[in-house]
């Protein structure tokens, strides 16, 4: 049978729209359950098949209401059905159909938790039914027996989490017998000694009732007081260890929801769930002017402390770039660090292999020496296999001067990477068509992949050099309250944050946070003052609709003919490099080539 879409209520949904807890709402003994069970024709949830309902209405114990009827469920009942329930097409026939009870039983679930095991089944086919007769499902807070059982109850205790089972073993008045009520009453009794045994384990809210049911570590219900007396604003959090060192770095628009929600089920990273919060013993808030603010400040401590749980924005100093030497024969080198040395630099690379890859793609594109030797203009060099091959103009043994070497080979590169790439894509994209034409398709995709690197480096560095050539950008966009988020940003690095209250002119808060903004230097490279990271966030958020550019000590801008304009060459690119091997293959079979459709 096809289970029903069903997804139980998080702790998170028993919260306000401003964080506070509704104490009636969680606390077990004040809350009001609906204790229900459905029996059916043993089909699919499609709407229809219930053929009778019992439901019993309980609070602190004591029973508030019941709710019993048959349904006609509109369709044959199955004889084995009968042989189990003891109900027959003679007593159901006489029985209102479930459009006709759906009002009645929405009004006795008002207000009211609902409890059932194996909670999904019958769910599903009350969310069925409204959907096909046009009711609304209410979507009220849901605890499954069968999952409480399976977490409150050992295997030595009992071996297994049937609804007879559990009735036998904590003494229900009421022995389940397939009647939809009777079976309510035996639910009733299991559910009130499961939270009798709930509070052997500090479980004494709804709330933590429904996290229980769920699949949370120890761990996780050990440290959830560490979620205690955080701040619901933006910033970021630090889990902590006892030594003081920092774990884990994040970041929220609401801190304490947030970390709220490391203690819940909806945590599914089994280090972070066990390891880290064992490890933990505080979390510690730093409160954030506005969201931009907390995704640069949590990149800052990543890179700064290097938290064993973080797994990405770590180590931003391993990037690497590829230069091109500034000599009488230039050539491309790998290197880490920028310098004020009169050379050309494309970059950053996350690793050197990428960066490797992209070079690649230049040597598809010109005649660059691949060489590391430092070639004399008095002497010669012995000249490699690349110059018998033709793939290197020989300026090793002087078969070309230096002026014709620069106009050749690095002048192309050095365009591309303050202008115009046209040239260099358009000769790497000959060179994949002149591979498929041969129907070597495997040699011109491995180009692609060379391409797709390069024209990445091209259009990421000269997106982030237009912004660090700023000495000063301040800007502005509208909070969710009716104030102003303000950044003043300084050479591609967020130099002050701040938030204008709502109903008043945000001027002065701009012209404070300018005041007291961080003094930024600039440097030999695109990204001088920060991460690349960072100041791609910062370019994400000045390039939403809705933010503002208020003040800017120069023109932002980019180059006419630059790498931006081959934006949607990358992207072609790469959703053809996502496909795997097989469509090479595909390819060489159809005599076509993903190639070929990367022209503009």
């Known amino acids: 049978m096809t289970q029903p879409a069903y997804v139980q209520g998080t702790l998170d949904s028993l919260l306000s729209a401003d964080g506070s807890v509704d104490p009636a709402a969680l606390a077990l003994a004040d809350t009001t359950f609906v204790v229900l069970d459905l029996e059916t024709t043993g089909g699919a949830p499609d709407g229809a098949g219930i053929t009778e309902i019992g439901a019993v209405k309980v609070r602190a114990g004591e029973p508030l209401g019941e709710f019993a009827t048959l349904v006609n469920p509109g369709e044959p009942l199955p004889p084995f059905i009968t042989v189990l329930t003891g109900i027959t097409e003679a007593m159901l026939r006489p029985a209102p159909p479930i459009e006709t009870v759906l009002p009645a039983l929405l009004e006795f679930l008002r207000g009211a938790v609902l409890v059932a095991h194996n909670a999904p089944y019958d769910v599903g086919f009350l969310k069925a039914a409204c959907a096909r007769h046009g009711y609304p499902w209410p979507n009220p807070r849901v605890l499954d027996t069968a999952a409480l059982a399976r977490r409150a109850l050992t295997r030595d205790e009992v071996p297994n989490r049937k609804l007879g089972t559990l009735a036998h073993f904590f003494r229900s008045t009421v022995q389940p017998n397939h009647r939809a009520l009777d079976d309510a009453k035996a639910t009733v009794d299991v559910l009130h000694g499961l939270i009798e045994r709930l509070g052997s384990f500090k479980v004494h809210t709804l709330g933590d009732a429904?996290?229980?049911?769920?699949?949370?570590?120890?761990?996780?219900?050990?440290?959830?007081?560490?979620?205690?007396?955080?701040?619901?604003?933006?910033?970021?959090?630090?889990?902590?260890?006892?030594d003081d060192r920092p774990l884990y770095v994040g970041t929220s628009k609401d801190i304490a929801t947030r970390v709220r929600a490391y203690f819940t089920a909806t945590e599914k990273r089994s280090r972070i769930s066990t390891e880290m919060l064992t490890a933990a013993v505080r979390v510690e808030a730093v409160e954030c002017a506005h969201p931009l603010e907390a995704e640069v400040r949590e990149l800052r401590l990543i890179a700064a402390h290097a938290p064993p749980y973080n797994r990405r924005s770590k180590f931003p100093e391993r990037i690497v770039w590829?230069?091109?030497?500034?000599?009488?024969?230039?050539?491309?080198?790998?290197?880490?660090?920028?310098?004020?040395?009169?050379?050309?630099?494309?970059?950053?690379?996350?690793?050197?292999?990428?960066?490797?890859?992209?070079?690649?793609?230049?040597?598809?594109?010109?005649?660059?020496?691949?060489c590391n030797h430092k070639l004399s203009l008095r002497s010669k060099t012995p000249a490699c296999a690349l110059a018998e091959l033709g793939r290197c103009?020989?300026?090793?043994?002087?078969?070309?001067?230096?002026?014709?070497?620069?106009?050749?080979?690095?002048?192309?590169?050095?365009?591309?990477?303050?202008?115009?790439?046209?040239?260099?894509?358009?000769?790497?994209?000959?060179?994949?068509?002149?591979?498929?034409?041969?129907?070597?398709?495997?040699?011109?995709?491995?180009?692609?992949?060379?391409?797709?690197?390069?024209?990445?480096?091209?259009?990421?560095?000269?997106?982030?050099?237009?912004?660090?050539?700023?000495?000063?950008?301040?800007?502005?966009?509208?909070?969710?309250?009716?104030?102003?988020?303000?950044?003043?940003?300084?050479?591609?690095?967020?130099?002050?944050?701040?938030?204008?209250?709502?109903?008043?002119?945000?001027?002065?808060?701009?012209?404070?946070?300018?005041?007291?903004?961080?003094?930024?230097?600039?440097?030999?490279?695109?990204?001088?003052?920060?991460?690349?990271?960072?100041t791609e966030r910062i370019l994400a958020w000045l390039q939403r609709p809705d933010t503002r550019l208020v003040e800017t000590s120069g023109d932002w801008v980019s180059p006419v003919r630059g790498a931006a304009r081959f934006s949607d060459l990358l992207t072609r690119a790469e959703a053809a490099a996502s496909v795997q091997d097989s469509t090479v293959r595909l390819s060489v079979t159809d005599r076509s080539d993903d190639a070929r459709s990367l022209r503009l």
Do not use: N
């Not at 790998?334 to 970059?347: A, K, N, P, Q």
């Not at 070497?405 to 002048?411: E, G, Q, S, T």
């Open 210 to 242: 429904i996290e229980f049911a769920k699949a949370v570590t120890p761990a996780q219900r050990r440290q959830r007081h560490l979620a205690d007396g955080l701040p619901h604003v933006p910033g970021v959090y630090i889990f902590r260890a006892s």
């Open 322 to 370: 590829l230069k091109l030497t500034a000599e009488a024969y230039p050539r491309l080198s790998v290197v880490r660090r920028l310098t004020e040395d009169g050379s050309t630099y494309l970059g950053p690379f996350s690793s050197r292999r990428t960066a490797e890859l992209a070079a690649a793609g230049v040597y598809d594109a010109v005649p660059l020496r691949q």
């Open 393 to 534: 103009p020989a300026p090793c043994e002087h078969e070309i001067t230096p002026e014709d070497y620069d106009v050749r080979a690095a002048l192309p590169f050095r365009t591309a990477t303050s202008g115009d790439p046209g040239p260099v894509v358009s000769a790497i994209l000959t060179r994949i068509d002149a591979l498929s034409e041969k129907q070597r398709y495997e040699e011109a995709a491995v180009v692609r992949s060379r391409l797709i690197a390069l024209l990445r480096a091209l259009i990421r560095m000269q997106r982030l050099d237009a912004l660090t050539r700023l000495p000063e950008l301040v800007a502005a966009r509208r909070d969710d309250k009716g104030g102003w988020e303000i950044a003043v940003v300084r050479h591609g690095r967020l130099a002050a944050a701040a938030t204008s209250p709502p109903r008043e002119h945000p001027r002065p808060t701009l012209d404070a946070a300018r005041l007291t903004a961080e003094t930024v230097l600039p440097g030999p490279g695109p990204v001088p003052a920060a991460t690349a990271e960072e």
